[in-house]
């Protein structure tokens, strides 16, 4: 960004944050141990920092920096609570179809559109959607389009839809629960309804489930400009946690485990509603418990 300032003749020359270490002993982050913001390009021992120094040779050489793929995983959480009855039996719903389908693939490209907006506006990261790429890409894994992992996606153009199930079930897992650019805590209010999933079972019956801000859903990125935040939903717990970019972009993967009235489950219909964020599922698992002596 600094670099396209000066080409377009809006800032004179350069600048670098600090050449050594500050002291801030509230901030709790990743270049902060006991206290000591590690920023320096040299350490307190006069030490030059290799990468540091390297970024700044390049700045000033007027060699800008090529995007960086996204990190080769994510990282698995502790849970915090046991999500499953032990002994049960358990399903997992291909949702493959469903993002790759030309509804899923609009879905896609209307979320890139959404992200390249919001960080066109972002305080402190205008440049952020260009320096990484211009492209939403997460890690390899399934379902996958080109090789990364790609949920399945409620916006407000794409604001429904059916995931066949077909299966008997007493427990729906859901694997995602979080929505994108923003959403509760940044937006909205807790206990507002952001979606609602439908749940069809054999024979006609239906079962609403509301999915509310802060106890089924919260926002994706734990990062707001350049301050972390704790975006939690209290009935779903975090399960993943990937760092597309590490200073703007940390990604939290929620596991939201909906108990559902007895019998053949043979659709879940998701709708979003209003004018919500789009909201991602990445996974969804069923949960069968067997009748003793079955």
Not at 193 to 215: C, H, L, P, W
Not at 239 to 253: G, M, S
Request: aromatic share 10%; charged share 25%.
């Amino acid at each position: 960004m600094i670099l396209d300032l000066v080409k377009s003749g809006k800032l004179a020359g350069h600048s670098f944050w600090s050449w050594q270490d500050m002291r801030q002993y509230s901030r709790i982050d990743w270049p902060t141990a006991d206290g000591i913001l590690m920023s320096g390009v040299v350490s307190e021992a006069r030490e030059v920092r290799p990468d540091w120094y390297l970024e700044l040779s390049a700045l000033f050489q007027g060699r800008a920096e090529e995007p960086r793929p996204p990190d080769k995983g994510c990282t698995v959480l502790p849970l915090k609570w046991a999500p499953a009855n032990p002994g049960a039996s358990f399903y997992t719903i291909d949702l493959q179809a469903l993002v790759q389908s030309a509804n899923g693939m609009k879905a896609w490209a209307e979320l890139e559109a959404l992200l390249a907006r919001f960080w066109s506006k972002a305080a402190m990261a205008e440049d952020q959607w260009k320096r990484t790429g211009e492209k939403f890409r997460l890690w390899p894994a399934v379902p996958a389009v080109n090789n990364y992992v790609r949920p399945a996606l409620l916006t407000k153009d794409s604001s429904e839809l059916a995931i066949p199930v077909g299966q008997e079930c007493e427990r729906l897992h859901f694997l995602g629960q979080v929505t994108f650019p923003v959403g509760y805590p940044l937006v909205g209010r807790r206990g507002e309804t952001v979606a609602t999933y439908k749940v069809r079972y054999r024979g006609g019956r239906e079962q609403e489930i509301q999915v509310r801000n802060g106890i089924e859903v919260a926002q994706a990125n734990l990062i707001h400009e350049a301050t972390r935040i704790d975006a939690v939903a209290t009935a779903a717990q975090r399960a993943l946690q990937y760092a597309k970019d590490e200073v703007r972009e940390h990604y939290q993967v929620l596991l939201w485990s909906a108990p559902v009235e007895r019998g053949t489950v043979e659709s879940v219909h998701c709708k979003l509603e209003g004018e919500q964020p789009a909201l991602a599922i990445f996974a969804i698992t069923v949960e069968h418990i067997r009748a003793a002596g079955a």
